[in-house]
């Protein structure tokens, strides 16, 4: 069953503003994970928050986990028009053996 | 060198036919996976093999059969293509389950006409 829903499902900014995509979930989560997807490219991964952390950072992201609401944010600092692409949060299934994947928020950056 | 290669990058195809996808990784990861990502960007998990054991089959129709002669290859066969079946599939590995990162393939765009 799909566990995350981003929202919003399309964010259009300019360069140098700040992108915040968020992300609500089901079922209690191990971990949630961020993954980007270019325009016809598969998905990359960008960072994985485990249950029992509150914050992350990797380079220009930042991504928060609020187990007690199910939610997480990825924010994405000074963006680039390289940053244009979907990006999607995902949960673990119960099994373990798959991701469940949001609708995705579709980014787009105008220089 | 790809970490997780498939092909064809693209495939169009007639109804009715039968089609293979091949998807290799070179990661040594055990699990490897197949996800169909529809017009609307839902990604959707269809399979899920580790060490070359189905663990997941979501509800796919048994038209998909996927097979995996080792660790380091999972191939999806399609019988009978419908129309529906267009989508994009991807092919993912992650090192045992996805408590980690998953890696996913360029994936593979099936129109069917």
């Known amino acids: 069953s799909q566990q995350g829903e981003e929202d919003p499902q399309a964010l259009s900014i300019q360069e140098g503003e700040n992108a915040t995509m968020n992300c609500s979930y089901k079922?209690?989560?191990?971990?949630l994970q961020w993954y980007r997807q270019n325009s016809g490219r598969g998905l990359v991964h960008l960072i994985l928050?485990?249950?029992?952390?509150r914050e992350k950072h990797s380079g220009r992201l930042r991504v928060t986990l609020d187990t007690s609401k199910k939610s997480s944010s990825l924010l994405i600092t000074a963006s680039r028009a390289a940053d244009t692409a979907s990006y999607f949060c995902?949960?673990?299934?119960?099994?373990?053996?798959?991701?469940?994947f949001g609708k995705g928020t579709s980014l787009l950056v105008t220089p | 060198d790809t970490a997780v290669s498939q092909t064809p990058k693209y495939l169009v195809t007639q109804m009715g036919n039968d089609k293979s996808i091949k998807c290799e990784q070179n990661?040594?990861?055990?699990?490897m996976y197949w996800y169909k990502q529809d017009s609307k960007k839902f990604l959707k998990i269809m399979f899920s093999?580790?060490?070359?054991?189905?663990?997941i089959n979501e509800t796919v129709p048994n038209r998909f059969s996927p097979k995996s002669p080792d660790k380091a290859h999972l191939n999806l066969h399609i019988n009978s293509l419908e129309l529906g079946d267009s989508a994009v599939y991807f092919c993912?590995?992650?090192?045992?389950?996805?408590?980690?990162?998953?890696?996913f393939g360029q994936g593979t765009r099936l129109t069917v006409v």
């Open positions: 993912a590995s992650s090192p045992d389950s996805v408590n980690t990162e998953a890696f």
């Open positions: 079922t209690s989560i191990n971990n």
């Open positions: 928050i485990r249950s029992n952390e």
């Open positions: 995902a949960t673990v299934s119960n099994s373990g053996y798959a991701l469940n």
């Open positions: 990661l040594g990861h055990d699990t």
């Open positions: 093999y580790n060490n070359k054991e189905l663990i």
